[in-house]
């Protein structure tokens, strides 16, 4: 099973700009569903973001227009790129690479979580 490391969490303002790496310890180029979750206490974790192998691209609605994901196959490595920041936007990211299917369910692997707190 892949394994998947987060980064790029951290504080910021409300209406600032975050980037999440996921970098997976082999190669991702034929894993279909790779996305990314949040989850904040108490609720269920919730797809933000996912993306193909042929780079198709899905969004919750609560992030589109602000939020855009990305992979690079040759780095092994999916990007969150988060603009205008808000507190709702505040939780621990997950990292999933899902081979069953698109949108990914939640299957295959998961990363550590990174957090992201939105002060407003």
């Known amino acids: 099973q892949v394994q998947l490391v987060e980064s790029g969490g951290g504080l910021v303002q409300a209406g600032g700009s975050l980037r999440l790496s996921c970098v997976a310890s082999?190669?991702?180029?034929?894993?279909?569903?790779m996305g990314w979750f949040r989850q904040t206490p108490g609720k269920q974790r919730e797809l933000v973001a996912c993306i193909s192998s042929g780079g198709s691209a899905n969004y919750a609605d609560s992030v589109k227009g602000r939020f855009t994901i990305s992979r690079d196959n040759v780095k092994n490595t999916v990007y969150l790129q988060m603009n205008s920041l808000k507190a709702e936007d505040t939780a621990v990211y997950y990292c999933?690479?899902?081979?069953?299917?698109?949108?990914?369910?939640?299957?295959?692997?998961w990363g550590q979580g990174t957090q992201v707190t939105v002060s407003s």
């Open positions: 082999r190669s991702i180029f034929s894993i279909n569903g």
């Open positions: 999933n690479a899902d081979p069953t299917s698109f949108p990914p369910r939640g299957f295959g692997s």
